[in-house]
RNA sequence: GCCGGAGUGGCGGAAUUGGUAGACGCAAGGGACUUAAAAUCCCUCGGGUCUAAAGCUCGUGCCGGUUCGAGUCCGGCCUCCGGCACCA
C-alpha cells in the first residue's frame, strides 16, 4: 500500500521534472496545473490504485492534453487547427491501395457563383457524412469535387464589369474552395477538376470528335429556340413556359445550323434501363420516363385532293379516325407555305406559333381524303400543331378531343361521334355540345369496325391500316436531339474545321484542344463572341492546308457535366492525354460507377438524363464497360426560410459565412442535419441552430467535466457477464451506449435518416449527463459512453469530434477509428414492457421477462386486477400476443 | 389537364413489417442557482373531463371500409407542394 505521504513525494518529484523541462507549453497556468495534478493523484489514491508509478503517468498524460481544450466551447479555436492537421496528415486523400471495397461517394459540382448557399451546405453535408461514415466502414472511398466552371455569369460579369471571364472564375473558385474548407468537408482535392481549363474540356473536345465519326455527332438546320436577351440557342429543355430558364424573356423561334447528339438513338435503351435504377429515387426515375415520353401510335397518309401530296399523320387513338374531320398543319410544315401562296395570311399564323394562350388557325382551300371511309375533308394550318413532335401535322377528332372540338366550334366545322361511352348512363344522352368525349368506348359510325371497343379497335385499325398500305404502326418519342451548340464565348470550343474545297473537317486529335482565346471582347450585342476574334476563326484546312475558318460556336455546359464523374477516377486530372481505350477502360474500371450521388432534384431531367446518355456513348465507344453511371442517388430537399425557397429577391437569405462564424461550421453541419430527413425540404429556423449549438455544448462540457476521470481510466469493453453485478445506472448507460451505436448505424444505413440518428446520440448524452464517476467502475462506464459518441458524432460534427477524441486522452485520431461496433447481448433488455389491449384500447402495462411463452402471457395478462375489472366476467373470445409488444384481449358480448 | 409527393401538438419532425401516436429538438410556462442578468440545471407541456392525481374520453386533412387492432392497408373526396404540359 502507497501512503500518500510517498505519493506526495514522488509529485514533487515529477512536477520538478516538468516545471524544468516543459514549463513553457504547460497548457494551462502552472499554479492551476498542479492544483489539477494534486486532486489526480488524491483521486488515484482514493480508487485504490496501488503504485506510485500512476501518478506519475497521470502527470504525464495530463500533460499531454490537448492544450486547447478550454472550459468553454469555442469552435473558433477547435475547428481551424483540425482542418490543419487533417490537410497536413492528408487524411482526407485517396489511398492508392487499400485492403477495403470501393466505394464512390459522389456530390454535385457547383457553379462558381462567387459564395457558397445554404443548398450547397445542405448538399455537402449530407455527402460528407456519408463519405466519413463509409471511411470509419472499412471502405477505400473516393470523394472529390470540383467547379462547374463554364458559363453565362462569367461572360455577364465581364460584360458589366470589364473582367475577363478566366479571373472571375478563378477568383469565385478560390474563395469558395475556401468556403467549403470551412465546412470540414472531407475532400481529396488532389482530384479536383476545373471544366473551364484546357485539360479538362479538350476531353469534350475528343469525344464530340468521337461522336462525329459515330454519327452521334451531326448538323443540321433546324428551328431553335433562341434568346433575344441572352443572344443565344437554348436547349428544349432551358425554356420553361417559351420563356429563358435564366433571364425569363420571352423565346422565340429561329433558323440556325446547328451541332446536335442523337439522344434520341437511345430513347429506347434510357427508358427500359430506367426499371433498373432501383437506387434512386421513383420520383426521379418516373420523370425521366415522361421526358422521354414513348407512345404508340400510327402514322396515317392523308391524300390530298387533287395533288400529288399526301398528309402524313401521327395519332395514338387510331379508333377515333372515322370522326375526323378535318387536318392540321403546323405553320412549318414544308406543305404549309405551297397550300398558302398569302405570305401575309400564313406569316400571321407562323407568328403566334406554339402560343398556348390562344389558338387561331387558316383554311388552306385544300382536302384531303381520309383513308377509312374516303371523306373529303379540309386542310388547315393551326398554331398549335408543332413541327417537332410526331409528323408535324394532325389529323383532328372534335367530337373526342376537347382542343379539336373548341377549333372546330371556332371554325364552323363538323362534330361526328365515333365513340360511344361503354356504360350507357343516362348522362350519355344528356351530354351537351360543350364539351368532347375523350375518353375510351364502343365504336360507332366506323364502318366494319363498330361495336369494337376502344383497345381492341386500336389493334384492328392498325393491322388494317399496313395491310391496305395507308399507313404504319410506329412508336413516337418526346425526347429530341440535343442542341448543343452555342453563341457564346465561355464555353468548349467545338472542334470543326470549314473549308470551301473539303466542307466540315473535324480537328485532327493531335491538335487538341483548341484553346478558347483569352483576348475577345465581350460586349453582349451580336452572336457569336468567337466570330470577332479572327486569330482565331483563321485557321488552314487539315486536309488540304488550304484557308479555312474555324466553328464559333461553344458547347453547352452540360456536355461538361455529362461525364465529369468519370474525369475525377483519372487521378492525373488531364496532367497527360492518353486516349488508349483499353488504358481508360483500365483506368476507370475500378472507381465508377458512382456507388452514391448526391443533389438537387432540378437535375432530374437534364443532368442525369444527360449523363446516363453519355455513358452509353462512351461503353460503345468502348471507353467504360457498364452502362449506368449512378447506382444510388440521394436527391435533397431545398432549403426554406419563412415557407419560400431562399432567394435574393425574396431577402429571406441565410449567408454560410455568417453562420460558420457564429456558431461553426460543426452547428451549421447539424442543424441541417437534423432538422428534416435528407430528401425533404428543410425549413430554416434561426431557434434550432442555437438548439443544436447548445447540444455540442452539452457534450463539450461533459467532457470537461469528467476529463480528469476520463484519463484515470483505459476504455474498457464489458461482456453481459460483468454487468450483473453494477448498479442499474451504469447498467442502464452501457445498455443504452449499445442501443445508440445499433440506431444509429441503421438508421444511417436504412436510407440515411441522419435526423433521427442524432437524436438517439441526444438521447444518450442525455443519459450520461446523469452519472457520476464516483468510482473507478463508474468512471469506466463513461468513458465507454463517451467514446462511442464521440466516434458516432465524427461524421456528423467532425471537428468537436475529433477535438474531444484527443481531449479525453486519445493519442489516436478519430478520423482513423473504426466504427463502433454494438453487443447485441447488451443491447437486448432481458425484461420487456408488454402492453394489454382489450378490444385494441391501452388498458395496462406489464413488465415480463424476455422470451415468456405466449400461453404465460396470457395468464398474467388475464391475471391483471385492471384488466379483470375491464372485462367484468364477460367470456373471452380471442387473446392475440404479438411477440416483444403486446397482448390484446378480445372479450365477447 | 396529366404524372408524382405530402397532410401528425404552437413549430421542425418521430413512430422500421398493421401493434403503446407525439421520440428528439424548438417555442412556451414554472422552479433552482445569482445582488442582477446571461448561461446552466430541474419540472410541466395534444384537447376535454376532474380541486388534483389516477382514471375516463376525444385525437394523425375529410367520409366510409377491412381488421382483435389503422397515422400505416383499401375505396371515395378536400387542401397544399413539385414536375410535365397545345405531345395529337
Known sequence: MVSERHVERSFLSETKKISTVFYQKLPVQPVLFLVRVWYNIKGCLRNGLRQAAIPCIVIQKKFRRSPILDKKYDPKKVEPAWQKHWEEDQVNKTASSHPGEKFYCLEMFPYPSGNIHMGHVRNYTIGDVIARYKRMRGYNVLHPMGWDSFGMPAENAAIKHGVPPSRWTHENIKHMKYQLNQLGLSYDWDREITTCSP????????????????????????????????????????????????CDNTVVQKELDQWFLRITDYAEELLTACDELSGWPEKVVLMQKNWIGKSYGVEVDFRMDGMDESIKVFTTRQDTLFGASFVCLSPNHPLSSKLVPDKISLEEITSRYGKVDEKVGLFTGGYCVNPMNNEKIPVYIANFVLMEYGTGAIMSVPAHDQRDFDFAGKYGLPVRVVISPEKESSE??????????????????????????????????????????????????????????????????????????????????????????????????????????????????????????????????????????????????????????????????????????????????????????????????????????????LTQGMVIKDGAKMSKSKGNVIDPDHLIENYGADTSRLFSLFAAPPERDLEWSDKGVEGAFRFLNRVWNIVVRNVDSLWSVEMTVFDKKELEGFPSPLRDLLRKTHQTIKKVTNDIEREYHFNTAIAALMELVNEIAGVEPSDERAAKVLRFAIENVLLLLFPFTPHIAEELWRAIGNETRASEQKWPVWDEDIATTEKIELVIQINGKLRGKLMVPRGLPDEEIKRIALGEEKIAEFIGGRDIKKVIVVKGRLVNIVPGG
Not at 479538350?202 to 451531326?218: D, P, S, T, V
Open 199 to 246: 485539360e479538362y474540356y479538350r476531353w469534350n473536345q475528343w469525344l464530340f470528335l468521337k461522336m462525329l465519326e459515330k454519327g452521334i455527332a451531326y448538323r443540321k438546320s433546324s428551328y431553335v429556340n433562341w434568346c433575344p436577351s441572352c443572344v443565344t440557342v437554348l436547349a428544349n429543355e432551358q425554356v420553361i413556359d417559351s420563356k429563358c430558364w435564366r
Open 428 to 633: 350519355s344522352g344528356a351530354r351537351g355540345p360543350s364539351e368532347a368525349y375523350e375518353e375510351e368506348g364502343v365504336l360507332v359510325n366506323s364502318g366494319q369496325f363498330t361495336g369494337l371497343k376502344s383497345r381492341e379497335a386500336r389493334e384492328r385499325i392498325a393491322e388494317y391500316i399496313e395491310e391496305n398500305g395507308i399507313g404504319k404502326k410506329v412508336v413516337n418519342y418526346k425526347l429530341r436531339d440535343w442542341g448543343i451548340s452555342r453563341q457564346r464565348y465561355w464555353g468548349t470550343p467545338i472542334p470543326v474545321i470549314y473549308c470551301d474545297g473539303c466542307g466540315i473537317t473535324p480537328v485532327p486529335e493531335k491538335d487538341l484542344p483548341v484553346v478558347l482565346p483569352e483576348n475577345v471582347k465581350l460586349t453582349g450585342t451580336g452572336s457569336s463572341p468567337l466570330q470577332e476574334s479572327e486569330s482565331f476563326i483563321m485557321t488552314s484546312c487539315p486536309s488540304c492546308g488550304g484557308k479555312a475558318r474555324r466553328e464559333t460556336d461553344t458547347m453547352d455546359t452540360f456536355v461538361d457535366s455529362s461525364w465529369y464523374f468519370i474525369a475525377y477516377c483519372f487521378g492525373r486530372a488531364g496532367i497527360d492525354f492518353d486516349t488508349d481505350t483499353g488504358k481508360l477502360k483500365e483506368e476507370l474500371g475500378y472507381w465508377m460507377p458512382v456507388d452514391q450521388y448526391v443533389g438537387g432534384v432540378e437535375h432530374a431531367v437534364l443532368h442525369l438524363l444527360y449523363s446516363r446518355f453519355f455513358t452509353r456513348v462512351m461503353r460503345d465507344l468502348g471507353i467504360v464497360d457498364f452502362s449506368e453511371p449512378f447506382i444510388n442517388l
